[in-house]
């Protein structure tokens, strides 16, 4: 079994209580600080990463990241899927979702 399946999303959307509220209506999730959808609790929150003056079109210059950990005994199967669903949410509101984890090559849209 994977050890690490924590991946992080970085949206082109602002700011996280927005992401936030979007994933949580789509998904029927259960939000307060955090999300709970399927196997993964999900966090969001400004990007740490952000620079002045920074090229705002790389994804770690957008301001909300969302932190995505799976709860113990997640399967990497699971998690791609649970991870898949976010990041649909924003792409069919036409908002641009890079991830950044061990399975991100499995999340890119083909």
């Keep these: 079994m994977p ?3 924590h991946c992080n999303l ?6 996280p209580e927005f ?10 999730g259960s ?11 999900i966090w969001a929150d400004y990007n740490g990463y952000q620079v002045d003056g920074g090229d705002p079109n790389y ?3 957008w301001e ?4 995505c950990e799976p709860f113990p005994g997640t399967s990497l199967q699971q998690a791609v899927s ?3 669903a976010v990041m649909e949410v924003f792409r069919q509101k036409g908002y641009l979702v890079v991830a950044d984890c061990m399975y991100e090559e499995e999340l890119k849209v083909k």
């Design 19 to 28: 992401a936030m509220e979007l994933i949580s209506r789509a998904l029927a």
């Design 31 to 41: 939000s307060s600080e955090s999300l709970i959808y399927g196997s993964m609790e």
């Design 82 to 84: 649970d991870v898949k």
């Design 3 to 5: 050890t690490d399946l």
């Design 10 to 15: 970085y949206v082109k959307v602002a700011p």
């Design 64 to 67: 909300t990241v969302l932190e």
């Design 59 to 61: 994804f770690l210059q």
